[in-house]
């Protein structure tokens, strides 16, 4: 019998079963996050379902993010029902301003490596990072899993990412995810895992990590899953085993990244996968740039936009700079290191952490005919509240040197016109 | 593939057809109600769709139908029109799963010579094409999908069997 991928390992132990890719298995659920956009749908769910109790409660908690903070009635009033039921049961929420669930998944704790980690939200599988089997789920699927504590999972096949070397100056992990979208498209990885292994994963940091792992959905994968090192224990405080595929494990393909070789890279209106470097697309103006959300939100994404502002001199007279932190941490950690105070002078405006404008539902929504660059994963029409803007995505440094240019530009440029501000 | 046997008119959609293109979030704020967004389904890609759609017409497109957020109403929404089935070159797996769940039909099968308002028999795994007179032969499902579709989803699977049968 072949050896096993890590996502086969991890829904095995879950399923109990000897679970293998194609199989559909029922798991237990060790943690599951669902958030403003998809809970009260879920609870509409658990009613219709007969549900009266939630069954592990502690496993469960609701982030609002999505409409944070409430930009309307209607929605302040889902944020209503979500807390009068985790009252009720039990289960935690947190509140507005205290960041993106996805965020704050991975920095309280509730992820492990090695757990089956769920959220009603596609993105997800950012907690893959931290070797955990982590995909999205709908609300119905929520509202089931806090009646009976399992979900039904269909065991994926596995595309291996062989990462080799290390990035260079001015290129980021946005720019391999940008670059892994290329080469896969937005439906590449559909129904399948991607395991990132090779000696290159030694190299990126947790907060890399994440970054990669939240774009696999962008592919059309289940989920991404890194293995678990010295990196991963020292994120998490405390030693950890972790789970390794094995040597003879079966992957349907393997794709070997050369970070040493790797150029910034920029997607295009309106499709993730319409990715070019960006040296391509320089020029182009652009009068927003979106520093945030699930991607590109935590602290290093914003120590390097920054960096790429202050060697600029600033943002350029016309483009709107906004700067929404992934959670109230990084927030509280931007502000103890002077990096809010930086974009606050340079004219920033700074939003309640939380998914901000990412998705349109709150936050600042870009004019008609607007070219927005953002740290975000998704560019389709429409998705930042109008759909007469033009989304690019691309890593913290190259939107920030966006903003110091007012057109698109190579972030390796301004450095190298380093001038005092 | 279900016991169920389907007919309707083909509206026909392109590749990677995503969950925002089907419903926008901004449309979410206001209503979670299918009756209320079903004035909106599609609006990003073919203004006119939601006032041409009539009950038991059905969903036809490319590859990676529902990619992006995971968003049940885009599920819910589609049904709420009185369309009860996707046919698709392939979904997205959360589309995929939410669909089944919600007792929409996903039939992954080849699509690309379904033309719009071509008259579809969808009957268990085959799908006829009664306007060209071809026939397309479609994938089964798993067991317990077949389950959960055959029950109508997952509100009445789970209120039938309070737990997963596995």
Same mark, same amino acid.
């Given at each position: 019998?072949a050896?096993?991928?890590i ?5 095995s ?7 293998? !890719?194609g ?5 237990r659920?060790d943690s599951? %996050?669902?958030?403003?956009?998809? +809970?009260p749908m ?8 007969g ?6 409660p502690?496993?469960i908690?609701?982030?609002l993010?999505h409409?944070a903070?409430?930009?309307?009635q209607?929605t302040?009033?889902l944020?209503?029902r979500?807390?009068e039921?985790?009252a009720?049961?039990g289960i935690e929420v947190?509140e507005?301003g205290?960041g993106?669930?996805? =965020?704050?998944?991975v920095?309280?704790?509730?992820v492990?490596p090695?757990?089956?980690a ?11 990072a ?5 995909t999205?789920?709908?609300s119905?699927?929520?509202?089931a899993l806090? *009646?009976?504590g399992?979900i039904w ?5 596995t595309?291996?990412?062989r ?9 980021f992990?946005?720019? *391999?995810?940008l670059?892994l979208?290329r ?6 990885a ?16 947790l ?7 939240n %774009?696999v959905?962008e592919?059309g994968a ?7 090192? =010295?990196?991963?224990?020292a ?8 789970v ?7 992957y349907t393909?393997?794709?070997s990244?050369?970070?040493d070789y790797?150029l910034p890279? *920029?997607a295009l209106?309106?499709?993730?996968? =319409?990715?070019t470097?960006?040296a391509?697309?320089?020029g182009t103006?652009v =009068?927003?740039?979106?520093l945030?959300t699930?991607?590109g939100?935590?602290?290093s ?16 007279p016309g483009v ?5 932190p ?6 509280e950690t931007l502000t103890?290191?002077g990096?809010?105070t ?5 004219g920033?405006?700074i939003v +309640?952490p939380g998914?901000?404008?990412c998705?349109?539902?709150?936050g600042?929504?870009?004019g008609?005919g607007v070219n927005?660059?953002s740290t975000a994963?998704?560019?389709?029409k429409?998705? %930042? ?12 440094a190259s939107c920030?040197?966006a903003?110091v240019?007012?057109?698109?530009s ?10 005092p501000? | 593939m279900?016991?169920?046997?389907l007919d309707g008119r083909a509206r026909v959609?392109g590749?990677? *057809?995503n969950?925002d293109?089907?419903? +926008?979030?901004?449309r ?6 299918p ?6 389904l ?10 041409s759609v009539e009950?038991?017409d059905?969903?036809?497109a490319?590859?990676?139908f529902?990619?992006?957020? !995971?968003?049940e109403?885009a599920v819910t929404?589609v ?6 089935a996707?046919?698709?070159?392939s979904?997205s797996r959360t589309y995929y799963?939410?669909?089944v769940n919600n007792?929409?039909?996903?039939? %992954?099968c080849n699509t690309?010579?379904?033309g719009e308002?071509?008259r579809?028999v969808i009957?268990?795994?085959s799908?006829?094409n009664?306007?060209t007179?071809e026939t397309?032969?479609?994938?089964g499902?798993?067991k317990i999908?077949?389950e959960?579709?055959e029950a109508?989803?997952?509100v009445?699977y789970?209120?039938?069997y ?5």
């Open positions: 019998m050896g096993k991928t996502s086969e390992k991890i829904l132990a879950k399923s109990g079963h000897d679970a293998r !890719a199989d559909v298995v029922v798991c659920v599951a %996050m669902g958030n403003d956009g998809s +809970t879920a609870l509409d769910y658990f009613e219709a379902m549900g009266r109790q939630v069954l592990h502690r496993r908690v609701f982030a993010d409409y903070p409430a930009p309307s209607k302040t009033q944020h209503q979500m807390r039921f985790a009720r049961h947190w507005i205290a993106i669930g996805h =965020q704050l998944m920095e309280s704790g509730r492990v090695g757990s089956l769920l959220g009603a939200d596609s993105h997800s599988v950012t907690y893959g931290l070797n955990a089997f982590a999205g789920i709908g119905s699927d929520l509202a806090m *009646i009976c399992r999972l269909r065991v994926p096949a595309i291996q990412v990462l080799h070397g290390q990035l260079p100056e001015g290129v992990p946005k720019d *391999i995810a670059a979208a080469e896969l498209r937005a439906d590449g559909t129904y399948q895992a991607i395991e990132f292994g090779g000696p290159g994963v030694a190299s990126l940091e907060e890399d990590r994440l970054v990669l792992s %774009m959905v592919m289940k989920n991404g899953v890194f293995p678990a090192d =010295q990196k991963t224990s994120y998490l405080g405390a030693a950890c085993e972790g390794a595929s094995d040597e003879d494990a079966i393909r393997a794709i990244l050369n970070l790797l890279q *920029i209106p309106h499709q993730v996968y =319409q990715v470097e960006i391509e697309a320089a103006p =009068q927003m740039v979106y945030g699930c991607t939100g935590r602290v994404d914003f120590h390097q936009a920054r960096d790429v502002l202050k060697a600029g001199g600033g943002v350029a709107q700079l906004v700067v929404t992934a959670s109230r941490q990084v927030l103890a290191d990096t809010l930086d974009f606050i002078k340079m920033a405006v +309640t998914c901000g404008s998705c349109g539902t709150c600042a929504i870009p008609d927005v660059i994963n998704r560019n389709f429409g998705r %930042m509240g109008n759909s007469n803007a033009a989304i690019y995505l691309a890593s913290p920030a040197a903003a240019r007012g057109v698109i190579d972030p390796r440029d301004i450095h190298r016109e380093e001038r501000s | 279900t016991g169920l046997r959609f590749d990677d *057809i969950t293109y089907i419903i +926008t979030s901004r979410k704020r206001e209503s979670l109600d009756q209320v967004l079903r004035q909106y599609f609006e990003e890609v073919d203004a006119r769709f939601a006032a009950p038991g059905l969903i036809v490319g590859k990676n529902g990619c992006g957020s !995971a968003m109403v929404v049904l709420g029109a009185g369309i009860r996707v046919l698709a070159k979904f799963r939410d669909a007792g929409l039909l996903p039939v %992954m690309s010579r379904i308002l071509d579809l009957d268990g795994t799908i006829h009664a306007t007179g397309v032969t479609a994938g499902f798993p999908m077949l959960i579709l109508g989803g997952l009445p789970i209120r039938k309070g737990d997963f049968g596995l």
